[in-house]
């Protein structure tokens, strides 16, 4: 179902991409593609369990 | 391969890391992404005096991609600008079921190379490429069948064992070829002693290509150059020219590279030398 914390777009800050591209709201930047997967619950990453920053943004459990 | 491969003047590979899987634009607007990009980058790189293009496959917003289809479609968009260079596909992939990792594989026509990552390492806080010796020998048997080479990425000392045990348990056609790594994290620490440490510490016969993250790229392909071996740069491995400068294309990482071997004596290859060194 992928992170809450997910937005797609195209641009922000001044930086501007053709295409929408994985934006993380608790970071306030555009995230690696590869960290994208782990937005995405992409194969088999959950992002509840392997990003560090939705851990900490959402406090200890 | 030695020092003596230096003294010689051996022709050096370059391979030219075009895109990678980790980063994008969003970290060097000039990283291509696209398959028209990533071959528009293979022509210029190849113009450059790269032998050897190392891809991956991404969606149009830069997102992995693992798909046979796509680095088909990267394929023929890089043999339209550089029709002789050798391709090279990746088979990483951080947190991706085996099957998908070995769909680079199966593209038609097959890639002369693709990489094997020789075993684990981490990315960021919570992931391990775990990379086992059961994927490692299941990705080598299916690049036999298919006629592909590999090439061995040591990521760290300990990878270095795992090639020895690698070619224990399995058949590779010589000459084999590793890529000695360094960086941060679970990579070997990015000192010229520990690059002479893996040297002394490959196989009999191995040749072998340095590979150096960030600003370590520069002095450690210099390096692997002078110690005999082979290079690979690019926007994969690093994305800045020189400190606070982003580079230009992958094309200028490979000119500076280029102009360094042939000052130190050693000619670049062309693809079909590469071909002929690499045993393809
Ligand atoms: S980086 Fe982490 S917190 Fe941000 S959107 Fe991705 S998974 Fe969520």
Redo the contacts between chains.
Sequence with gaps: MGCPYLD?RSEADG?E?D????YCEAAG??????????C?D????DHA????IY?EHEGPE | MSYDAYLEGEPVIITAALTG???????NPNLPETPEEIGRAAGAAADAGAAVVHLHA?A?????SFSTDRFEAIDEAVRRHADDVVIQHSTG?????AE?RAQPLRTDPPPEMASLDMGPLN?????TSENTRGLVDALQAEMRDRGIKPELEVFNDGHLNEVHGLLDRRDLAAPVYATLIFGGGTLTPPRPRNLLNAVDNLPDGALFNTLGFGRHQLPLTTMGILLGGHVRVGLEDNVYYRRGELADSNAQLVERTARIAEELGRPVATPSQARKILGL
């Design positions: 797609y930086t991409f295409a929408e591209r994985a930047r555009f995230v690696q593609p590869m960290r994208a997967d782990i995405t992409r194969h088999d990453i369990e392997h990003c560090e851990r | 899987g980790i980063h994008g634009k969003e970290a991404r149009d917003n830069g997102e992995r992939g951080t947190g991706v079921p998908q990315r960021y806080e919570y992931l």
